[in-house]
């Protein structure tokens, strides 16, 4: 298939299958802005309940102490809750 021919959400499905990336990683790759690449990534999880496919997510992490069970494991905190720091690493996405 050609590339013009793909949808947008086709293209980042097939990145999240060569490697986990961030949102923000995506959204430079792509040339979106972060809000619509995100919501690019959640429709593309619901796709994939209806295959054999998944969309695994790496939970946001501190940097400082290592917190990693954020309650919204999709959107980056803006702080951790143990030790507040602004230091947390994004949560990155791929496709499996």
Known sequence: MREASR???ERITDRLREEPL???GLA?????NAATTLTH???IAKTLDQTDQ???????ECRDCGFDRFDDLINRPSRC???KS?????PAFRVR
């Open 7 to 9: 949808t947008t959400r």
């Open 22 to 24: 961030t949102v923000s």
């Open 28 to 32: 430079r790759e792509f040339e979106l």
């Open 41 to 43: 990534v959640e429709h």
């Open 54 to 60: 998944e969309l695994l997510v790496a939970p946001p």
């Open 81 to 83: 809750p143990d030790c």
């Open 86 to 90: 602004e230091a947390i690493e994004e």
